[in-house]
């Protein structure tokens, strides 16, 4: 029997949800369904709700300090969920994962240096190195009809052509929610290696692996990975909690730890924040049930979509995820320019979906769909999509 209700419609507006106060400053409309930004129309698990009522009970709020229980709840969950083993020392808070991977470039690259990102991929990747006058790498992902791989002949290529001091590389990958398998990897690790390339790995997705599948975190794959990554992870997609920021960074290798770390510790942008550290310590503790339904429920939902279109709307495809609560739809048949594709989803669908071209220009003719939301929400989201291309088909 199921604990939880993921089936129940929660209203959020008012609640300064980007998702849904903010549809008017993205999409210029708010009366539309919101199925964008990458966060959960679920009730979080109630231990997380409780363990923060009870904190806020208490009358002051002064300056605070991660107890050790925190830090253990988090090396505790890696070790179970994926048998990544984590030292104390080895792991720091970071006030947000953008922000972690952001503090990374800084400190570890100069401007105009190169950093290779493989589009589509989530967008901050470039906002980030950009922003910072950074030099963007790409290694485009090859797209395979059903899904992607990554182009490794194409990563050796821009190592020797560009000179990268760095890689932003996503694992599981948003937007197309693969896993990489281990020897891919394992690859990446040693070309990189080999050109004392960093790869920061932003595993933010890792908790949600799909079907039974594992998450392969890229720091365990081999001694070269071990030497050069960077990783970033955090309970927020895993239990929806990012309105707290509470994500964490791991770096094995002491010589690429010891100077970032103190310069994080100087600068305190790794002081843990009060109500996160109380936030993930319960969702770590006491969420696993919670999470384990809740990607059950997503799985459903993922399966329904893939069935609706190919049943309802032939000419619409589903890349199916094999992490994660997004779908990246694949709206190439339609033949339209993405300016109209979005129009289309917005005017008449009534729905607003991310513009696959905002992950890239390999995005073009795509929209990434957020299916962690009640299953109703969806159907009527389905159906709007179909009475949208049935129109537009028949124009
Ligand atoms: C791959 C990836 N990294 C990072 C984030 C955002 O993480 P944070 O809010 O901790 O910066 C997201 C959110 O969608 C994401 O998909």
Redesign the pocket.
């Known amino acids: 029997m199921s604990k939880y209700d993921f089936d129940c419609v929660i209203d959020r507006h008012g609640t300064y949800a980007t998702k849904y106060d903010g549809l008017d400053q993205m999409f210029g409309r708010h009366d539309v369904t919101p199925l964008w930004?990458?966060?959960l129309d679920f009730a979080v698990c109630p231990d997380i709700t409780a363990a923060l009522r009870r904190r806020i009970e208490h009358p002051v709020l002064g300056y605070s300090a991660a107890p050790e229980s925190y830090w253990q709840s988090i090396i505790d969950w890696q070790k179970r969920r994926h048998g990544f083993i984590i030292e104390r020392d080895e792991i720091s808070f970071?006030p947000?994962?953008?922000?972690?991977?952001g503090l990374a470039v800084n400190y570890f690259t100069s401007r105009g240096d190169g950093i290779i990102i493989q589009p589509p991929?989530?967008h901050?990747?470039r906002m980030v190195i950009e922003g910072n006058e950074r030099r963007v790498v790409e290694n485009p992902l090859i797209f395979e009809g059903d899904s992607y791989r990554m182009d490794l002949e194409g990563l050796q290529q821009v190592i020797d052509r560009e000179h990268p001091r760095m890689m932003i590389l996503?694992n599981p990958?948003?937007?197309v929610g693969i896993q990489w398998d281990a020897d891919t990897l394992r690859e990446v690790a040693r070309m990189c290696a080999r050109a004392n390339i960093i790869v920061v790995s932003?595993e933010?997705?890792g908790d949600l692996m799909l079907g039974g599948r594992k998450h392969i975190p890229f720091v365990s794959v081999s001694d070269d990975a071990r030497r050069i990554a960077i990783t970033?992870g955090?309970p927020?997609?895993t239990f929806n909690i990012?309105g707290l920021?509470s994500?964490w960074m791991v770096v094995k290798d002491p010589d690429l730890r010891r100077g970032f770390y103190h310069w994080l510790e100087v600068n305190e942008f790794n002081a843990p924040v009060l109500i996160s550290t109380i936030g993930a310590e319960a969702a770590y503790l006491h969420g696993e049930d919670w999470l384990d339904e809740m990607l059950a429920y997503v799985a459903e939902n993922i399966k329904f979509v893939d069935a609706y279109l190919r049943d309802n709307v032939p000419g619409v495809k589903a890349i199916m995820p094999q992490a994660?609560f997004?779908i990246w739809l694949d709206f190439r048949s339609l033949g339209l320019s993405q300016e109209q594709l979005m129009r289309l989803m917005l005017e008449k669908a009534h729905l607003a979906m991310n513009d696959g071209s905002m992950f890239g220009s390999q995005g073009v003719g795509f929209v990434r769909l957020n299916v962690g939301t009640p299953r109703c929400v969806l159907e009527k989201a389905l159906e709007n999509i179909k009475l949208a291309v049935t129109e537009q088909l028949e124009a």
């Open positions: 930004i990458a966060d970071v947000g994962v953008v922000k972690g991977i991929v989530y901050p990747f996503c990958h948003n937007p932003d933010i997705h970033l955090a927020s997609k990012p920021v994500s994660s997004l």
